[in-house]
């Protein structure tokens, strides 16, 4: 029997590069051995950057890469490097900034086609195998770029160097701001809020992407203000949302994006990151509101990751879910006929689910109109009054419907799960289970979380380097990324808060030291997107510094919460000193961007208005210590710091100062609570703590 024919990505980690191991192209990895082949042979490079969870990726493999002919002319004119957008933000980030000066626009799968010296002549995103309605094929473009590589390669390395030029100038980051003031915030709250959609939640029109760090912020100013504008942006996007068909209502869990403005139709994969900034909002709001709807929506995603997208036994927390199972298919995992609906439930059920998610013969779906996206469409009560039924009659009819369609789904062959673990997802989604701990006290939660960090610290970590970017099947790969220590760094000072343990603390502060010692920019500010060493790579050798949310937090915004944090925790002046520095250096930009910098305004927030500090000072082993300690972290207030302090003597030089002069020598635990520079008396039971913890330093308008 004859072997099948594999490239050379079939060895790769990534599993998008493994699914295309049996393509006839010859592929390379990203390597400096495919610029060298590519110089000694004279050929541009063709780059094909997706991802395993992106739809028109796939098309794009089953339509071109792998047809023979078309590999054939790719084999013969290019060398071909495919790249996972996941594994490689890195090159990422720098070949969609490329590819869209070029085009105006990016996306995945993002084809460019390159110089030997790794930079771009040419880019777009899908193309079609034929020419159609006016635009080239992908075997026209190939033959055309080919030919004027050859013929007139002067003008293709003119055009490749005047992109890269204008990349190296980087965006326009505006001057460096000697002030920073809270008007700033005000103003893009202001500007949020006119880009509001009243009737549908969220902002702008579709495609509709969620836009986390708007929402936490929006929640943290109306605490502070009881503005019931911004309590209105926020609960109504959060219940279109989840009411919508981004929410997956039998499994729990968001999909990526919607592609109409009500939420209802969406692009069906689930990543990690959005899932984790999710989960904080639902929490939150669920903290500002009291409606157990939000606390619902954050129990779905908890199950959804706890079920599908992690490794229970040994930690960690999975890349993504797949939309589809084959390239003909859009979803149909997620979504429902009516006749499959029937054959599953009982025509009681049938009936009640069917009004609850407008199920219908006609879907939602062009590729199948059969097909239904499930959305809440009509809620318990009115489907009570229409079939003149009891309320809790048709409650129970709507659970059992739910489950038995879970039930039916789970027997559907299932979109594939990347099994990677990113560091920086990973550090997204550690914080986000912390915080179901701090809010919802779920310990499994948060042992869940510190498993996983354990995981990480053993298997993807050095003192030196600071954290790998990805994890998968023992393995550790690819050092210095920004993405990665920040968020990481994060979820340690998260840890250090719920557990006390002083070694997260140490950690997060050795990975702050590295990144001012080689991610920092000594002349203009800010932390570049990788280590300064890694700009060796001709491919890396663009200048970045992400501050733009796109739509994971943007790093250097992370990093200066980090930052700050550590300052509020140690006193250390180094830490103010370079947070105040990296938000004068990006202000004037993000002020531009508004929405798409929210993570900029909550890191400014957080810098000009210190959190609360909740200090207990108390024996670990003492029972009122520990609840002390516990309503600390439940109260909801949010820029908020706990730390729990031994009254041993040892430790009185890391408590705040603040604290430190007023400490009372008691063998009954104590708590303090601060802001700014004053603290209210020491406090010694849990009911008063929590009041005051919520009031404390606030002012009453």
Not at 512 to 530: N, Q, R, T, V
Request: aromatic letters at 10%.
């Amino acid at each position: 029997m004859e072997k099948p024919r594999v490239n050379r990505l079939a060895k790769e980690s990534s599993a998008y590069l493994r699914s295309a191991a049996h393509q006839p192209v010859d592929w390379h990895p990203w390597s400096e051995e495919a610029f060298e082949l590519a110089r000694e042979q004279d050929k541009p490079i063709l780059l094909d950057i997706g991802a395993v969870w992106c739809h028109w990726c796939h098309v794009m493999d089953g339509e071109s890469y792998e047809n023979e002919e078309v590999a054939r002319i790719i084999n013969e004119r290019f060398v071909p490097i495919k790249v996972d957008r996941d594994e490689r933000p890195d090159i990422d980030r720098r070949y969609q900034n490329a590819v869209g000066a070029i085009t105006g626009q990016g996306g995945w799968p993002l084809t460019a086609f390159l110089t030997h010296e790794a930079k771009v002549f040419y880019g777009g995103t899908y193309f079609p195998p034929q020419d159609m309605q006016g635009r080239p094929g992908f075997t026209t473009l190939l033959l055309r770029l080919s030919e004027i590589y050859q013929k007139d390669k002067v003008k293709a390395l003119e055009n490749a160097e005047s992109v890269h030029v204008a990349l190296e100038k980087g965006e326009a980051l505006g001057r460096f701001l000697e002030e920073l003031r809270p008007e700033m915030v005000t103003a893009a709250l202001e500007a949020m809020g006119r880009s509001f959609d009243i009737a549908n939640g969220g902002f702008d029109s579709a495609p509709k992407f969620p836009h986390s760090g708007a929402i936490e912020l929006i929640l943290r100013r109306y605490y502070e203000t009881h503005q019931d504008w911004l309590m209105t942006i926020a609960t109504k996007t959060l219940e279109k949302m989840a009411r919508g068909g981004m929410y997956d209502q039998i499994g729990g869990g968001f999909h990526r994006y919607s592609v109409d403005e009500k939420w209802v139709v969406p692009h069906f994969e689930k990543m990690s990151y959005d899932n984790s900034e999710h989960l904080k909002n639902y929490l939150h709001a669920y903290q500002a509101t009291g409606d157990e709807f939000f606390k619902e929506i954050a129990s779905g995603i908890i199950n959804y990751v706890n079920t599908v997208a992690s490794d229970q036994e040994h930690g960690g927390f999975y890349a993504s879910q797949d939309a589809d199972i084959s390239l003909h298919d859009d979803g149909d995992y997620f979504t429902w006929t009516l006749k499959e609906v029937e054959e599953v439930l009982s025509p009681e059920e049938a009936r009640v689910i069917a009004l609850h998610y407008n199920v219908y013969q006609q879907g939602e779906m062009h590729h199948n109109p059969a097909k239904n996206v499930l959305f809440v469409d009509m809620e318990p009560e009115a489907i009570a009054q229409k079939l003149s039924r009891p309320l809790e009659e048709v409650k129970a009819l709507l659970e059992k419907g739910k489950q038995c369609l879970l039930e039916a789904r789970n027997q559907r062959p299932a979109p594939f799960v990347d099994k990677t673990l990113y560091s920086n997802w990973n550090g997204m989604m550690l914080s986000a289970y912390l915080e179901a701990y701090k809010v919802l006290g779920l310990e499994s939660c948060r042992d869940f979380a510190i498993k996983s960090l354990e995981l990480l610290l053993a298997n993807s970590y050095s003192p030196q380097n600071g954290f790998f970017h990805s994890f998968f099947d023992g393995q550790a790969k690819i050092t210095g990324i920004l993405d990665d220590q920040v968020q990481m760094a994060k979820a340690l000072l998260d840890a250090y808060e719920v557990t006390a343990q002083r070694r997260y603390l140490e950690i997060a502060e050795s990975i702050a030291h590295h990144l001012l010692e080689s991610y920092w920019d000594e002349e203009e500010g800010g932390f570049f997107d990788i280590a300064k060493i890694r700009s060796a790579d001709p491919g890396l050798s663009t200048k970045d510094k992400p501050i733009q949310d796109s739509p994971t937090p943007a790093s250097n915004s992370v990093a200066a919460i980090v930052l700050d944090t550590l300052y509020y925790l140690t006193d250390k002046d180094i830490y103010r000193q370079r947070a105040e520095e990296l938000l004068k250096a990006f202000g004037e930009g993000c002020s531009r961007l508004g929405i798409y910098a929210a993570t900029y305004f909550l890191a400014l927030d957080y810098h000009l208005s210190s959190p609360a500090h909740a200090v207990i000072v108390g024996r670990k082993e003492d029972q009122l210590t520990l609840a002390l300690h516990k309503t600390a972290l439940t109260a909801y207030r949010p820029k908020k710091l706990v730390s729990m302090y031994e009254p041993d003597g040892a430790h009185e030089d890391r408590l705040p100062p603040v604290v430190a002069s007023m400490l009372e020598r008691s063998d009954k635990p104590l708590a303090y609570v601060c802001a700014g520079f004053a603290c209210a008396p020491p406090i010694d039971n849990e009911v008063e703590l929590e009041a005051t913890l919520k009031s404390f330093g606030l002012s009453d308008n």
